[in-house]
């Protein structure tokens, strides 16, 4: 149980175009999810809160316009890195909180995105 | 003084060995506790959580809770080469929401 994916597991693009990834819990509602991003060597970074139906929540200094977070539904979180340059370049990583355990993250696999 | 306190290692276990890793936190109200376990390029993983003082066990894992040191610990018995990763240790602060705080990891190489 408690298995989140995402999709797509890597990807490169080019500067100034957008990527979307999506974040899904297979076998549980999750009515949060949470982005963090990763660069090499360094500590998870929480960039933003996500519940299901409303508006994401942003940890300080996270662009809201830049990474557009969409949680339409109880499965479903998808992060949009728009008009993504080099510096973009990252590991990211998405987890769903199991209702049923309070507090309980579960990671996805992650995606790594390449920014040329 | 930081929310979550990891030492970042590396340590260095032989295999067959106990490893410990211990960790503290600054929020006496913390509630939830978790250790989650890190391959190089990888996501992290779920190991353990805890949520009363004392130990609790699961196979080789073994987490310790002391609220009133306001420390977690997560002991590796029998360490295995496959065990050498980066260990997070996490915790809900109280006011965090539904957030964790992680710690920045410790780096456990287990030699043969």
């Known amino acids: 149980g408690a298995v989140v994916s995402q999709h797509p597991s890597w990807v490169i693009c080019k500067s100034g175009t957008s990527v979307k990834i999506e974040c899904r819990s297979l076998d549980f509602q999750a009515t949060t999810m949470f982005w963090y991003r990763q660069f090499p060597k360094q500590s998870l970074m929480l960039m933003a809160t996500?519940?299901?139906?409303?508006?994401?929540?942003?940890e300080q200094g996270v662009e809201k316009d830049k990474f557009l977070i969409n949680h339409a539904s109880l499965t479903l979180s998808t992060l949009t890195v728009t008009s993504a340059h080099p510096e973009d370049s990252s590991f990211y990583i998405c987890s769903a909180r199991d209702g049923d355990l309070p507090d309980t993250q579960y990671f996805g696999p992650g995606t790594r995105l390449t920014v040329l | 003084q930081k929310e979550v306190e990891q030492n970042s290692g590396p340590l260095s276990v032989p295999e067959g060995a106990i490893a410990s890793l211990n960790c503290t936190y600054s929020d006496r109200g913390s509630q939830s506790f978790f250790w989650y376990r890190q391959y190089s390029g990888k996501s992290p993983e779920l190991i353990m959580f805890?949520?009363?003082?004392g130990d609790k066990e699961d196979g080789r894992f073994t987490a310790q809770l002391n609220k009133a040191s306001q420390y977690v610990s997560l002991l590796i018995r029998d360490s295995q080469p496959s065990d050498s990763a980066t260990y997070l240790c996490a915790v809900a602060l109280t006011g965090g929401g539904n957030k964790l705080t992680f710690g920045t990891g410790t780096q456990l190489k287990v030699e043969l």
């Open positions: 805890i949520y009363s003082n």
């Open positions: 996500s519940n299901e139906g409303s508006k994401a929540t942003y």
